[in-house]
């Protein structure tokens, strides 16, 4: 069984730039929920997204965003990129929205 | 106050010890806890979870828990060096839905040959 799925693996940005990560779920989890990794903040929550709802948002400003389509396959946004953006972030799945995540490996942006 | 409070560490154990690691969290009303383990450079990996007073085992992993005194702890029988990484605790405080988990700093546990 495939695991978690996050795409790019690595980025770098500019301020002021957006940008757009991916993440496809463990085969049948229709749950996907975003953390944020830091050196300073440790793991944060961003928000969660439940058969194309999101059912739960973290405490980030709003630049922050994301979707989740039909397939369970989900997306986040940033806009307006900001140094203090640069991080890890990961993206984890669930059967049915319990806390035993399955977390990708991540998606490392860092921003100039 | 950190709503989930770990020892940063290093904790450092010899191999074939017993490795101890705490936690206590903020929210009387948890209802859910984890502990996840994350190797440099490598993602976060659920190995405990636990959801009710008491022990539960799993191999060389126990997790306990007392809701009285709101901590969680994880002991490592026999510790392998492989077993060095950092150790997160991770809470569903009740709020929101049961995947949305606020973490800890972390522990970092070196064992030693």
């Known amino acids: 069984k495939a695991g978690v799925t996050q795409t790019p693996r690595y980025l770098i940005k500019t301020r002021g730039q957006q940008v757009t990560l991916s993440c496809s779920p463990i085969?049948?989890?229709?749950?996907v929920s975003w953390y944020q990794q830091t050196p300073g903040q440790g793991l944060q929550f961003l928000f969660e997204y439940f058969s194309e709802t999101q059912r739960n948002k973290g405490n980030f400003p709003g630049r922050f965003s994301g979707r989740q389509f039909s397939n369970s396959r989900s997306e986040m946004n940033v806009s307006t990129l900001e140094l203090g953006d640069s991080a890890l972030y990961l993206c984890?799945?669930?059967?049915?929205?319990?806390?035993?995540?399955?977390f990708g490996e991540g998606s490392r942006l860092t921003v100039l | 106050q950190k709503e989930v409070e770990q020892n940063s560490g290093p904790l450092s154990v010899p191999e074939g010890a017993i490795a101890s690691l705490n936690c206590t969290y903020s929210?009387?009303?948890?209802?859910?806890f984890f502990w996840y383990r994350q190797y440099s450079g490598k993602s976060p990996e659920l190995i405990m979870s636990?959801?009710?007073?008491g022990d539960k085992e799993d191999g060389r992993f126990t997790a306990q828990l007392n809701k009285a005194s709101q901590y969680v702890s994880l002991l490592i029988r026999d510790s392998q060096p492989s077993d060095s990484a950092t150790y997160l605790c991770a809470v569903n405080m009740g709020t929101g839905t049961a995947s949305k988990l606020t973490f800890g700093t972390g522990t970092r546990l070196q064992v030693t040959l």
């Open positions: 636990i959801y009710s007073n």
């Open positions: 984890a799945s669930t059967a049915e929205g319990n806390g035993e995540l399955f």
């Open positions: 085969s049948g989890h229709r749950s």
């Open positions: 929210d009387r009303g948890s209802q859910s």
